[in-house]
């Protein structure tokens, strides 16, 4: 494409998309950071005894907690109880601060642990810092400020150590439970810990996340769980060499699994590629808002995982600034299950509940308050990435569609440059799938190129690229759906905005904005049509095509309300054929104009119906909607009453 076609056409759309609502320019902020140089590796558990002890004192409360442990590891943890009796430490920070060199163990006794040494507010220089302040209401801190004032944000506070492997002794995750009781930012950050791993133990009730890895080359999550937080269960960001596996999260209002900003590591690969950063692995994510979101969740392999009871299954996104590693890029999901996310907790907001402080909410009780905005009902959303992979997993029970796939504009993340503004939403792939009992298999807004699906049977557009055959490269969403995402975009909980008309937040029928755009259109062509039909049409035809047009229209309304059926197709096809046949019997200027017009609305239809055409960079649904505009002023000229002598001079 020339050089200045593709710069109008980008100024159409960025025209159109600056005006997309602020309110969720940014989400999880952190301090500016680089990727790992990709040198480290995934560490391997060390099973034998135990470095450092942490444990309590009241011996009673120990032994009913182990009381129905099998007589081995009951026996095992009575010995490390009785000797970290003379040797351990009460609180887990204690024992990190004591952690002296690389490949030291931390083992934690059965036990609630609510460290409270790293409870307070800060006080004196801490309470002082010199630091951005985030949209959240929280400081960004350098690395050196962390260390300086551990627990301004953290209840535990893990900076800088090595290959350090903190574990849990008890039966199962809920038998060690590091608690912050909403009173810190985060339970546990992990801050430059290359070769951490985490083992069997629960970290709860946040006002951000309950465990959080940043900035390491190499870590595992085995056998954690985490739930109840503002924002995140387990959140890893800029890492390498990561691994999760067997874990669970739950309650939480953005997402239970977040491996923001995953090492870049295939960016200008293919499908095929050498290794992943991270690996999830038969982890379970439920009842949060998202099962699973990855702003620039790049090179990111999830497999043999169940996501469900949350408003969506899985996100991942290029649709907030300061994540290295933008746009995303190469997540491969497989294997995995996901099912009836359809969580109504937009209702939490709307009735206040989410105002409250967070210890109030009832998280506890399945509050859930979502940090952003979002089409609930979907399976995995997909809001701006390439060469990702969804293969073999099953997809069912969804109100909305087990796929969604949109475009997101590269300033969104705070990049301004021309050739990057639509460089999201391409190469994804969608193979071998079961999906089943989903409102529709596919949402799209249209842009992109060579992105494929198979084993689709309902969908928007309806006709959407198989793979092998050459698809369509759109550099702009269709206009209806883009209207909408600028509409649904608009959310805030801390405001407790919910825009109306937008069907995420509860809209339905006539109060849709989808639908109301609709309506009034085919309100003003069905004026025009009978107008043209009792002042302008001179044949026998004349009736039956009004008919046909207006039967169109009122179809149109009905593909507004049921956008997964054939109902906007066959409306843009009917509405065709009215205008065809009008502009055929008017003749002149205006009625080829209208011939043209109705060959545009078949050209619609077929788009999307029948099979989206190739080599076009906007889809004929702007040029049809431009072209409409301009034939109803003109429609309105034609059809308006003429004064006396202009009749009899037409009739002589």
């Given at each position: 494409?020339?050089?200045i076609?593709?710069?109008?056409?980008?100024l159409?759309g960025?025209?159109?998309?600056?005006?997309?609502?602020?309110?969720?320019?940014?989400?999880h902020?952190?301090?500016?950071?680089?990727?790992?140089?990709?040198?480290?590796?995934?560490?391997?558990?060390?099973?034998?005894?135990?470095?450092?002890?942490?444990?309590?004192?009241?011996?009673?409360?120990?032994q009913?907690?182990?009381?129905?442990?099998?007589?081995?590891?009951?026996?095992?943890?009575l010995?490390?109880?009785?000797?970290?009796?003379?040797?351990?430490?009460?609180h887990?920070?204690?024992?990190?601060?004591?952690?002296?060199?690389p490949?030291m163990?931390?083992?934690?006794?059965?036990?609630?642990?609510?460290?409270?040494?790293?409870?307070?507010?800060?006080?004196?220089?801490?309470?002082?810092l010199?630091?951005?302040?985030?949209?959240?209401?929280?400081?960004?801190?350098?690395?050196?400020?962390?260390v300086?004032?551990?627990?301004?944000?953290?209840?535990?506070?893990?900076?800088g150590?090595?290959?350090?492997?903190?574990?849990?002794?008890?039966?199962?995750?809920?038998?060690?439970?590091?608690?912050?009781?909403?009173?810190?930012?985060?339970?546990?950050?992990?801050?430059?810990?290359?070769?951490?791993?985490?083992?069997?133990?629960?970290a709860?009730?946040?006002?951000?996340?309950?465990?959080?890895?940043?900035?390491?080359?190499?870590?595992?999550?085995?056998?954690?769980?985490?739930?109840?937080?503002?924002?995140?269960?387990?959140?890893?960001?800029a890492?390498?060499?990561?691994?999760?596996?067997?874990?669970?999260?739950?309650?939480?209002?953005?997402?239970?699994?977040?491996?923001?900003?995953?090492?870049?590591?295939?960016?200008?690969?293919?499908?095929?590629?050498?290794?992943?950063?991270?690996?999830?692995?038969?982890?379970?994510?439920?009842?949060?808002?998202?099962g699973?979101?990855?702003?620039?969740?790049?090179?990111?392999?999830?497999?043999?995982?169940e996501?469900?009871?949350?408003?969506?299954?899985?996100?991942?996104?290029?649709?907030?600034?300061?994540?290295?590693?933008?746009?995303?890029?190469?997540?491969?999901?497989?294997?995995n299950?996901?099912?009836?996310?359809?969580?109504?907790?937009?209702?939490?907001?709307?009735?206040?509940?989410?105002?409250?402080?967070?210890?109030?909410?009832?998280?506890?009780?399945?509050?859930?308050?979502?940090?952003?905005?979002?089409?609930?009902?979907?399976?995995?959303?997909?809001?701006g990435g390439?060469?990702?992979?969804f293969?073999?997993?099953?997809?069912?029970?969804?109100?909305?569609a087990?796929?969604?796939?949109?475009?997101?504009?590269?300033?969104?993340?705070?990049?301004?440059?021309?050739?990057?503004q639509?460089?999201?939403?391409?190469?994804?792939?969608?193979?071998?799938?079961?999906?089943?009992?989903?409102?529709?298999?596919?949402?799209?807004?249209?842009?992109?190129?060579?992105?494929?699906?198979?084993?689709?049977?309902?969908?928007?557009?309806?006709?959407?690229?198989?793979?092998?055959a050459?698809g369509?490269?759109?550099?702009?969403?269709?206009?209806v759906?883009?209207?909408?995402?600028?509409?649904?975009?608009?959310?805030?909980?801390?405001?407790?905005?919910?825009?109306?008309?937008?069907?995420w937040?509860?809209?339905?029928?006539?109060?849709r904005?989808e639908?109301?755009?609709?309506l009034?259109?085919?309100?003003?062509?069905?004026?025009m049509?009978?107008?043209?039909?009792?002042?302008?049409?001179?044949?026998?035809?004349?009736?039956?095509?009004?008919?046909?047009?207006?039967a169109?229209?009122?179809?149109?309304?009905?593909?507004?309300?049921?956008?997964?059926?054939?109902?906007?197709?066959?409306?843009?096809?009917?509405t065709?054929?009215?205008?065809?046949?009008?502009?055929?019997?008017?003749?002149?200027?205006?009625?080829?104009?209208?011939?043209?017009?109705g060959?545009?609305?078949?050209?619609?239809?077929?788009?999307?119906?029948?099979?989206?055409?190739?080599?076009?960079?906007?889809?004929p649904?702007?040029?049809?909607?431009?072209?409409?505009?301009?034939?109803?002023?003109c429609?309105?000229?034609v059809?308006?009453?003429?004064?006396?002598a202009?009749?009899?001079?037409?009739?002589?």
């Open positions: 494409m020339p050089l076609a593709r710069r109008t056409l980008s159409l960025l025209v159109l998309v600056l005006l997309l609502p602020a309110s969720a320019a940014l989400a902020e952190e301090r500016e950071v680089k990727l790992p140089d990709g040198t480290g590796s995934v560490p391997v558990y060390r099973q034998g005894e135990p470095d450092l002890l942490v444990c309590k004192t009241d011996k009673s409360d120990f009913r907690r182990i009381a129905k442990f099998p007589d081995e590891l009951r026996q095992r943890n010995r490390l109880f009785a000797r970290c009796q003379k040797e351990g430490f009460r887990l920070q204690e024992a990190v601060d004591r952690v002296d060199g490949g163990n931390i083992a934690i006794l059965p036990g609630l642990y609510l460290e409270e040494p790293g409870q307070p507010a800060p006080t004196g220089e801490c309470a002082d010199k630091a951005r302040w985030s949209s959240w209401g929280y400081q960004i801190l350098s690395y050196e400020q962390q300086q004032c551990p627990h301004n944000q953290n209840l535990v506070a893990i900076l150590k090595k290959d350090l492997q903190i574990e849990g002794t008890g039966a199962g995750p809920l038998d060690v439970i590091i608690d912050a009781q909403y009173r810190k930012l985060n339970a546990i950050r992990a801050d430059m810990t290359d070769g951490v791993y985490f083992r069997n133990f629960t709860q009730r946040t006002t951000f996340n309950s465990l959080y890895i940043l900035a390491t080359d190499g870590f595992v999550i085995d056998r954690m769980l985490t739930r109840w937080n503002d924002e995140y269960g387990f959140l890893t960001f890492s390498d060499h990561g691994l999760y596996t067997d874990c669970e999260s739950y309650g939480n209002g953005d997402s239970g699994i977040y491996p923001g900003s995953a090492s870049n590591i295939n960016d200008g690969l293919g499908y095929e590629v050498p290794r992943y950063a991270i690996e999830i692995r038969r982890c379970k994510s439920h009842h949060n808002m998202v699973y979101s990855g702003t620039a969740g790049d090179s990111v392999w999830v497999h043999d995982s996501f469900w009871g949350n408003l969506a299954g899985a996100t991942m996104d290029s649709a907030f600034p300061g994540h290295p590693g933008l746009p995303q890029n190469h997540a491969k999901f497989e294997n299950k996901i099912y009836d996310n359809n969580a109504a907790y937009y209702e939490h907001v709307r009735d206040g509940t989410c105002a409250k402080p967070p210890a109030e909410r009832g998280y506890e009780k399945g509050v859930v308050c979502p940090q952003i905005g979002l089409p609930p009902g979907s399976g995995i959303i997909t809001a390439n060469w990702n992979v293969r073999n997993n099953q997809i069912w029970g969804h109100d909305n087990a796929f969604n796939l949109m475009a997101v504009p590269a300033f969104i993340r705070g990049e301004e440059a021309w050739d990057k639509f460089d999201t939403s391409h190469h994804n792939l969608y193979t071998g799938n079961l999906l089943k009992d989903n409102g529709a298999d596919v949402y799209w807004d249209g842009q992109g190129s060579a992105n494929c699906w198979e084993g689709v049977r309902v969908a928007s557009p309806a006709a959407l690229p198989g793979c092998g050459t369509p490269a759109r550099v702009v969403a269709e206009p759906k883009l209207v909408q995402m600028y509409l649904c975009n608009d959310y805030s909980i801390g405001e407790r905005r919910l825009p109306g008309g937008c069907w937040f509860g809209s339905s029928g006539l109060a904005v639908v109301q755009l609709a009034g259109g085919s309100l003003v062509l069905a004026l049509a009978v107008l043209l039909w009792r002042r302008r049409l001179r044949s026998r035809w004349a009736l039956p095509l009004t008919v046909v047009g207006l169109g229209l009122a179809l149109d309304v009905l593909g507004a309300l049921d956008g997964y059926s054939v109902l906007p197709a066959a409306a843009l096809a009917l065709g054929l009215w205008l065809l046949g009008a502009g055929w019997i008017m003749r002149g200027a205006f009625g080829w104009f209208t011939v043209v017009l060959l545009l609305h078949l050209v619609d239809a077929f788009d999307r119906a029948v099979w989206m055409l190739p080599l076009i960079p906007i889809g649904g702007w040029v049809r909607g431009l072209l409409t505009g301009v034939w109803v002023l429609a309105v000229v059809v308006a009453p003429r004064r006396r202009e009749r009899e001079e037409a009739a002589a």
